[in-house]
């Protein structure tokens, strides 16, 4: 597992139409460095993709002389793109996510009829990392926690202090990640920030996400111990079934992502967009009346 006395550089980058936090985290002597849940822009209304926010984290990269080992993804994202084939192409490095992924992948598949080529055994990403495996990033040893419960391919990266969670947690005054996508379960979301929980206190925790409310702007890094004493959805002696109960009927209540139909069938292919058809253009399948509520 990873060394926790080493304090990597964190570099965050919050996309503010996805509300998404994306990271370059580096070696704190030395140039290497992972990229962590980035994002490809996309235009809902128009189709189109772009490469601003990826861009940001090329320039930093390239203006620093890191040295991209690794471009991972904590989870298949139902909220933004992936830029991950993008930023290999410009700057190296293997993509990773949790194995776990062929889970994700054989429930999409069906929901998008996808083509009978597509492989749901995660051979789209470069690695797939199994829960207690360890990885470097440059000198600097990295470890896997598998942490589902939002998606059952959900993993945190442990990178010396620092933990990078996902969406199984948000800041704590806005609580915990929605379970209700396919594959969701409550339960093991409630086991699993146990186990994030039985991290040192003093344990930086990296959100993939913030939703601010009015009082404050995007935030997001916290601690373990912030967290343990702050979470709305789990103060202190929170019982799993009371968590549950707490987090069904919030899910019961929220609308689907804008982007989660784009951006999973996307996602699960490593940021690949499917096929074109015959005529040369890609396509993005919209299924109708089968995901989320009326």
């Given at each position: 597992?990873?060394?926790v006395?080493?304090?990597?550089?964190?570099?965050?980058?919050?996309?503010?139409?996805?509300?998404?936090?994306?990271?370059?985290?580096?070696?704190?002597?030395?140039?290497?460095?992972?990229?962590?849940?980035?994002?490809?822009?996309?235009?809902?209304?128009?189709?189109?993709?772009?490469?601003?926010?990826?861009?940001?984290?090329?320039?930093?990269?390239?203006?620093?002389?890191?040295?991209?080992?690794?471009?991972?993804?904590?989870?298949?994202?139902?909220?933004?793109?992936?830029?991950?084939?993008?930023?290999?192409?410009?700057?190296?490095?293997?993509?990773?996510v949790?194995?776990?992924?062929?889970?994700?992948?054989?429930?999409?598949?069906?929901?998008?009829?996808?083509?009978?080529?597509?492989?749901?055994?995660?051979?789209?990403?470069?690695?797939?990392?199994?829960?207690?495996?360890?990885?470097?990033?440059?000198?600097?040893?990295?470890?896997?926690?598998?942490?589902?419960?939002?998606?059952?391919?959900?993993?945190?990266?442990?990178?010396?202090?620092?933990?990078?969670?996902?969406?199984?947690?948000?800041?704590?005054?806005?609580?915990?990640?929605?379970?209700?996508?396919?594959?969701?379960?409550?339960?093991?979301?409630?086991?699993?920030i146990?186990?994030i929980?039985?991290?040192?206190?003093?344990?930086?925790?990296?959100?993939?996400?913030?939703?601010?409310?009015?009082?404050?702007?995007?935030?997001?890094?916290?601690?373990?111990?912030?967290?343990?004493?702050?979470?709305?959805?789990?103060?202190?002696?929170?019982?799993?079934?009371?968590?549950?109960?707490?987090?069904?009927?919030?899910d019961?209540?929220?609308?689907?992502p804008?982007?989660?139909?784009?951006?999973?069938?996307?996602?699960?292919?490593?940021?690949?967009?499917?096929?074109?058809?015959?005529?040369?253009?890609?396509?993005?399948?919209?299924?109708?009346?089968?995901?989320?509520?009326?």
């Amino acid at each position: 597992m990873a060394e926790v006395s080493i304090k990597p550089v964190v570099q965050a980058y919050f996309d503010e139409a996805t509300f998404t936090v994306s990271y370059v985290v580096s070696e704190p002597e030395g140039n290497h460095c992972a990229i962590i849940d980035s994002v490809l822009d996309y235009n809902p209304s128009s189709g189109r993709t772009g490469t601003g926010s990826a861009d940001k984290i090329i320039s930093y990269v390239r203006e620093n002389n890191l040295i991209v080992d690794w471009i991972l993804e904590t989870h298949v994202h139902a909220d933004h793109l992936t830029a991950a084939p993008y930023l290999q192409q410009e700057l190296g490095g293997k993509t990773a996510v949790g194995d776990h992924v062929n889970i994700v992948q054989g429930t999409f598949k069906t929901v998008f009829n996808t083509e009978p080529e597509f492989a749901t055994d995660g051979r789209q990403f470069d690695k797939l990392f199994g829960d207690g495996e360890s990885f470097n990033i440059g000198n600097m040893n990295a470890g896997i926690l598998h942490t589902p419960g939002h998606t059952p391919a959900c993993i945190t990266y442990l990178v010396g202090d620092t933990a990078f969670v996902g969406d199984t947690l948000f800041m704590p005054d806005y609580g915990t990640a929605r379970c209700d996508f396919p594959g969701g379960d409550a339960s093991a979301l409630y086991r699993s920030i146990q186990r994030i929980f039985e991290l040192p206190d003093d344990t930086r925790m990296f959100m993939c996400h913030d939703y601010p409310p009015e009082q404050r702007g995007p935030e997001w890094v916290t601690s373990v111990g912030a967290q343990k004493t702050n979470n709305i959805h789990l103060p202190a002696g929170t019982s799993e079934d009371d968590f549950v109960k707490l987090r069904n009927a919030r899910d019961a209540e929220m609308a689907m992502p804008v982007l989660i139909l784009p951006s999973v069938q996307v996602n699960m292919r490593a940021g690949q967009m499917p096929p074109p058809d015959d005529n040369g253009v890609t396509y993005l399948k919209i299924p109708v009346n089968l995901i989320g509520k009326e």
